[in-house]
């Protein structure tokens, strides 16, 4: 028998599954109700149930025809105008099926798209909007046009709490017959950081190697780094040792098999667990932080900018 991947297996199939976000799917659940919707807008980071939402609006209004109502699309995969004209119009001009009075368009990863391609989304949004709406999913609502924001309902979903993830991971593993400790279900809410997807797939990574899921079989197949490894790392640069706090990355980076972002993402999480820094050293750490990201997005060498920021970290007491 094939095995099935768990975020689809476990996906929720109705409003009243998605986990973490009450406020907004009471919301969502007023549109199902009334059986209709406008154009709507979801914003938030991967992974929080954006999807999730939109198709169980979709099963919720339309029954058995949802499918035949419903389309999803990705705009990552096509950026341009052509995607507009061809694909979204194609399926927005036909009549929706089984007496449903609209179909749903729902473009995923919408802030990919070019300001051309969503300025002629706009127009589609308008001349079609009788018989189709449009839910848009995105990271970043800065990144869609004003005139799109203006015709839609946004809704703003959050990173998940620890105990949102924690109660489902909880749930799944009880349903594959799996055993995970404490810890390990901690190192587990750690790593997800808010994603319910990266949750899952984690999980399901970590039962193909054994039934009873431990932190160490946790933080080995998402390759990450213990939180006290690094919070060490941390107060030894601190504390002015760079020589130590450079043997300590380097056994993180090349002994571990980190990346660079990994590293950046674990570093930035665990400065707001150190209880002596004050104000104006946090605001320096981030800044430093923060500059350090943006060379290494930019292609800048990661080796060299790893261990400028633990320098800056050994600096930071002795200059103030």
Known sequence: MREEIWVEKYRPMKLDDVFGQDETVERLKSYVTSKNLPHLLFTGPPGVGKTASAVSIARELFGEFWNENFTELNASDE??????????????????????????IFLDEADALTNDAQSALRR??????????????????????????????????????????????????????LTITDDGLKALVY????????????????????????????????ATARPEDVLDLIQTALAGEFKSAREKLNALVFEQGLSADDVMNQVYRALFKIDNLSDSEMIQLIDAVGETDFRITEGANEKIQLEALIAHFALLRRNN
């Open 124 to 177: 589609t949004m308008e001349k079609y909007s009788g018989n189709c709406r449009f839910i848009l999913s995105c990271n970043y609502s800065s990144k869609i046009i004003e005139p799109i924001q203006s015709r839609c309902a946004i809704y703003r979903f959050r990173s998940l709490t620890d105990d949102a993830i924690e109660k489902r991971v909880k749930y799944i593993a009880e349903q594959e017959n």
């Open 191 to 222: 790593v997800a950081g808010g994603d319910m997807r990266k949750a899952v797939n984690s999980l399901q990574a970590a039962a193909f190697i054994q039934k009873d899921i431990d932190e160490e079989t946790i933080y080995k197949i998402t």
């Open 79 to 104: 950026r341009g105008i052509d995607i507009v004209r061809n694909k979204i119009k194609t399926f927005a001009k036909t009549a929706p099926i089984g007496g449903a009075s609209f179909k749903i």
